[in-house]
């Protein structure tokens, strides 16, 4: 899968990709992610990008013109690819949409804007328009990274073999259980018994239990479509 990125600061996406599950299924050619400077799209020795909005209010907006030429750009190799604008008023990204698009995309164009957002104009030129989360952030780029992120684990193959994203909490219906490591007692604060038992049927119980009651506490809306089993372990929790 191949991730192309338009920003005006693509050292932000250069740093995080290099690590992790992304650098490592980077290294192994799982997934290609080429950053794109928007500026050096413009046409004016200043290497503008914004300017003043029509009607005013404050702030800068993202001229259409270096967009559109990255775009066309891009597009001269005449290869599919899934042009994805993120802005708060994009609709929700969900792991759902994460699958989605790894299904369905060989290519995405990630393309993120700064200031107080983009000309309106660049719209006409993409396919989606994505919102990560109800909240304000101060560009695209972190929402471009959350989605490569989370489309990349669910590539087969980029955990490598001993993960999967099947078991990723969000895939299964509700959050994750608890996770414990050494040592055993830190501070009188222990790690709890059934962990230490090696009875792994009692073990899979418990972390049933214990994903059930987060979701249950933090998470309700989740709590949908759940197997008749993981019904009844949530009556014994309520
Ligand atoms: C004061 N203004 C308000 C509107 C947004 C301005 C900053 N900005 C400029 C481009 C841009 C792109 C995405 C996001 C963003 N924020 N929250 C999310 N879930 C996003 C996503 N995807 C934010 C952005 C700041």
Redesign the pocket.
Known sequence: MKFEVLTIFPEIIECYIKHGVLGKALNKGIVEVKVYNLRDFTSDKHKKVDDYPYGGG??MV?QIEPFYNAIMHLKADEKPRKLV????Q?RK?TQKLAQKFMEESKAMVLI???????DERVKAFVDEE???????????E???L?IIDSVVRLIPGALGDELSAVEDSFMKGFLDYPHYTRPEDFKGMKVPEVLLSGDHKKIALWRKRQALKNTLKNRPDLLKNLSPEDMRILKELC
Do not use: Q, T
């Open positions: 404050a702030g993202m604008l993120l802005s708060p994009g990204f993120c804007g700064r200031y107080e957002g983009i994505v919102s990560i989360g109800d909240y304000v952030l101060s560009g695209g972190l929402a471009a959350v």
